[in-house]
């Protein structure tokens, strides 16, 4: 049995093991930028991004940097005009060259949008094309295009909560913003667990 302390290890399983190391790593910087574009967390998007990446993303083609700070019909930070939004990425696939990968994943959006005062929930499947590099040891995404594969525009409807007469200051209900519950728990974990 090979134990952690053992340099028995063949050459072949410690480049698979490294492999899987740039694979995970990789991962997490998308479900990070997922989970940033979901909170309106600029700083946080920033950081799975390398200096001077683009972004291709609905019409928007340009600095990454750019991307994340603008005001338009696509817009990152958090807005009044689209107080929800969510995203399940899935089915990445990592192709590994060296400190360089392209990565395809399949993503699924959920978002409401506002306009001239009408709530309407627009469902998005599409799929990010992401160049990825290694530099410094730290994987960030050098450039990223979004392919659009289905959307529909759908009026919305009350939300259970309000159609079963559910106390909303009794439901722990989600905010596009850093005011996200999520941010609290996770500073309280970090104040009381963490080591």
């Given at each position: 049995m090979t134990t952690a302390g053992d340099a028995?290890?063949?050459?072949?399983?410690?480049?698979?093991?490294?492999?899987?190391?740039?694979?995970?790593?990789?991962?997490?910087?998308?479900y990070r930028l997922a989970r940033a574009s979901d909170r309106g967390d600029v700083d946080l998007a920033a950081e799975c991004y390398h200096e001077g990446a683009t972004e291709d993303h609905g019409g928007f083609v340009g600095p990454a940097r750019e991307f994340l700070h603008r005001r338009g019909p696509i817009q990152f930070a958090?807005?009044?005009?689209?107080?929800?939004?969510?995203?399940?990425?899935?089915?990445?696939?990592?192709?590994?060259?060296?400190?360089?990968?392209?990565?395809?994943?399949?993503?699924?959006?959920w978002q409401r949008?506002?306009?001239?005062?009408?709530?309407?929930?627009?469902?998005?499947?599409?799929?990010?094309?992401?160049?990825?590099?290694?530099?410094?040891?730290?994987?960030?995404?050098?450039?990223?295009t979004l392919v659009f594969d289905a959307s529909r525009i759908e009026m919305t409807t009350p939300d259970y909560w309000d159609a079963f007469n559910k106390p909303r200051e009794l439901l722990r209900l989600g905010s596009r913003s850093k005011e996200d519950i999520s941010y609290t728990m996770a500073e309280e974990f970090r104040e009381n667990f963490a080591r």
């Open positions: 028995n290890l063949s050459l072949d399983e410690v480049r698979r093991l490294r492999a899987w190391l740039d694979e995970r790593e990789i991962t997490q910087v998308i958090e807005t009044p005009d689209i107080p929800l939004m969510w995203h399940g990425v899935t089915n990445i696939r990592v192709e590994l060259d060296g400190d360089r990968a392209f990565v395809e994943s399949l993503v699924f959006v949008l506002v306009k001239d005062g009408v709530e309407f929930d627009i469902p998005v499947a599409g799929r990010y094309l992401d160049t990825f590099e290694k530099r410094a040891g730290e994987w960030r995404i050098s450039a990223r």
